[in-house]
């Protein structure tokens, strides 16, 4: 399979095309210079590749970073989703488009919410949340307005190794690497209380790729575990599995305006249709991705 992706040099774009060539598809990468809002050079780089399939996982993805600007995480994730899908409906009109958006959508749930199903209640919370909410819609009217072939993904948190340390559990792992080295005995944290529901970044990639082959035109899946763990307990388990010993203190500069408190899901949708479930525990993902912060260059 002819494949594109958009994004492709980000943490998860990394992982999907190592996956993808394993699989024996022939995977173009997205230009890093293409503005992904320019349907114009979209249209060009989509006319080389003549994809049969692609994954759309540009976007600007820092939920906190969102907060200091809103209108541009609105431009790239919002109006680059528009673009695609317009130039692919250009030049690559039978190709299947996957857009990733995330389950920020759901924001602020109670336990009597859980686990989040495709049917639950979005009330976007930040404004990279509102985006993909926003993203979301677009992708559904290109399905229903132009009758295109579009499948929408809303993974939850997914962590491993070559993950940026803007996002928590990578930052973790880093500082912890970091501690090892310098034999100091406390790392800054922000809210250790948050639960999320995460999932090794090396099960997501095969979700995206199983929702190209399986997934149901104008449809969105949850990819999740099923199981929320308090970020907490992800800082203990790498401080078990770490050669050093110290502890987290809360610095309030590392926390957002507003946060999540809970998030888990269901993706028995995703697995009825596909067959897909997770196959690589978080114990793992985290021994993973220690070995990757020490094979880095890491300040202690």
């Known amino acids: 399979m002819r494949a594109l992706i958009t994004g492709s040099r980000g943490f998860v774009g990394q992982w999907l095309t190592r996956h993808l060539e394993a699989c024996g598809d022939v995977v173009t990468p997205s230009d890093a210079e293409v503005d992904i809002a320019d ?9 080389e590749a003549q994809p049969a399939a692609i994954y759309h996982l540009a976007a600007k993805s820092h939920v906190g970073d969102s907060w200091v600007d809103p209108t541009e995480v609105l431009r790239v994730n919002v109006l680059g989703t528009a673009a695609v899908l317009a130039a692919a409906r250009a030049v690559a009109p039978s190709a299947r488009v996957l857009v990733v958006s995330s389950a920020e959508v759901y924001g602020h749930v109670g336990a009597e919410d859980l686990p989040l199903t495709e ?7 930040s404004p990279y949340a509102a985006s993909k909410v926003a993203a979301e819609a677009v992708a559904i009217q290109a399905v229903l307005g132009y009758d295109q072939d579009v499948v929408v993904a809303r993974p939850f948190n997914h962590v491993g190794p070559a993950q940026s340390p803007m996002f928590a559990v990578a930052a973790l792992a880093q500082r912890v690497v970091a501690a090892e080295r310098s ?14 529901d995460f999932t090794d970044v090396r099960d997501v990639v095969v979700a995206y790729r199983r929702l190209i082959e399986l997934g149901e035109r104008g449809e969105t899946y949850n990819i999740c575990s099923g199981v929320d763990v308090a970020i907490d307990e992800v800082a203990a388990m790498l401080l078990e599995l770490a050669k050093t010993s110290c502890v987290f203190e809360v610095d309030s500069q590392l926390t957002r305006p507003a946060d999540v408190p809970v998030l888990r899901g269901s993706a ?3 697995s009825e249709r596909t067959g897909w479930s997770p196959q690589i525990p978080l114990r793992k993902t985290l021994e993973d991705t220690l070995a990757y ?8």
Do not use: H, M, Y
């Open 39 to 47: 349907v114009a050079a979209l249209c060009v780089l989509f006319e």
């Open 119 to 125: 049917e639950s209640s979005v009330r976007p919370v």
């Open 183 to 196: 034999g100091a005995n406390r790392i800054a944290v922000g809210n250790l209380a948050a639960r999320r």
């Open 268 to 270: 028995a949708k995703l």
């Open 293 to 300: 912060w020490r094979t880095q260059d890491v300040d202690g």
